[in-house]
């Protein structure tokens, strides 16, 4: 019996090239799904789940955020984690031609062009995280300290205080 091939996206052959180990996750894609769902689904806990946002700030710069998918990213805090005086979030509309990305399946890692990116502070706390595999539907869990590592990602207090 042949064995099922797992349909490799972007995003884990850059993990793959770079030596990092992560193990994949998928998640029924049909129909409008939250990253608090897609925790849930992946039984993930929703602190190790982090969704990516893209932004750009007052000096037309790009810069990538990652949170836990139940936070809101705080973009006074952001500006300051990237030494702008303001950032906001890119249109929807940009990120595909911007990124490569899809709005619910961007990922941090393999984007067209590298951006500064931040992730929040409580990364490092856990053992692995789950980002997007570069695709609605899938997901990559990794040790964060690989990631920031291959990111040449820091770490700030980006979101919004409950």
């Known amino acids: 019996m042949a064995k099922k091939k797992e349909e490799k996206t972007n995003v884990m052959r850059v993990l793959e090239q770079q030596g990092i180990p992560y193990t994949p996750h998928t ?10 769902s897609v925790a849930g689904y992946l039984g993930q806990d929703v602190e190790q789940v982090f969704k990516t946002l893209v932004t750009k700030g007052a000096s037309g710069s ?7 998918v ?3 990213l705080d973009l006074k805090k952001a500006a300051k984690a990237v030494g702008e005086k303001s950032i906001a979030m890119i249109h929807q509309k940009e990120l ?12 941090p890692v393999g984007m067209k062009k590298q951006f500064p990116t931040v992730f929040h ?12 595999a570069g695709k609605i539907g899938a997901q990559v ?5 690989a990631l920031l590592d ?8 980006i979101v919004v205080e409950g």
């Open 121 to 132: 502070e409580t990364v490092v706390l856990f053992d692995t995280i789950c980002v997007s």
């Open 62 to 68: 790009y810069y990538v955020f990652d949170v836990p």
């Open 70 to 72: 139940a936070e809101n």
């Open 96 to 107: 595909l031609p911007l990124t490569g990305y899809v709005h619910g399946g961007c990922s």
């Open 141 to 145: 869990e990794v040790p964060p300290q």
């Open 27 to 36: 998640y029924p894609a049909d129909g409008p799904i939250d990253g608090v």
């Open 150 to 157: 291959l990111l040449g990602a820091t770490t700030a207090d």
